[in-house]
């Protein structure tokens, strides 16, 4: 499609499959392409969409997890990480973040609440989940409370009873025999 007044190319219409429907939707502004809506499943509601920097290079892609035209996960390629955000409840709010490095997540972050800030955490080592971090009143958006795993298996919890950022044990370490070993 070609503004009728400038004669610039605006959109490129294709059909990938054949089957006679447009598939995907690119939008042009000054010669690069500002955002694309696909539709992967040929049920005629977007499920992909790609957002485009002013000069052309992809910013971040979104996607409909369930199909149905709603977006609700965005994806960022950064430097030696992908960051995946999520609206679980679909309302456009990121309420989750996940980290990956190539193929494995390496943290998450939430927000339970829905007011904004995170308030659980979660790091992972090799595919193992190594931290979980607790924001207890959920209004900080810092954890107050966390339990970290062991390589070996044991469990201990730390609270940050003061809010300066360092934690101190709590009890005796948890996970029954294997926190002896």
Do not use: C
């Not at 829905?114 to 810092?142: A, C, F, K, P």
């Amino acid at each position: 499609m070609y503004d009728p007044l400038t004669g610039a190319l605006t959109r490129i219409d294709y059909d990938y499959d054949g089957d006679g429907r447009i598939d995907v939707r690119t939008f042009i502004r000054q010669g690069h392409p500002v955002r694309l809506e696909g539709d992967a499943d040929g049920d005629g509601k977007v499920d992909r969409w790609e957002y485009y920097r002013a000069d052309g290079t992809l910013d971040h892609a979104g996607g409909s997890t369930r199909h149905d035209g709603v977006e609700d996960t965005w994806v960022y390629r950064m430097a030696d990480e992908t960051r995946m955000d999520v609206s679980t409840v679909r309302d456009g709010h990121v309420d989750r973040r996940e980290f990956y490095r190539g193929d494995e997540v390496v943290r998450t972050e939430s927000d339970s609440n829905g007011d904004g800030l995170m308030d659980h955490w979660e790091e992972y080592d090799g595919g193992r989940l190594t931290l979980v971090s607790i924001d207890d009143n959920q209004r900080s958006g810092r954890p107050t409370r966390r339990l970290v795993y062991e390589a070996g298996g044991a469990t201990r919890m730390e609270v940050d009873v003061d809010g300066d950022g360092r934690f101190e044990p709590v009890g005796p370490p948890a996970g029954g025999a294997n926190a002896a070993r």
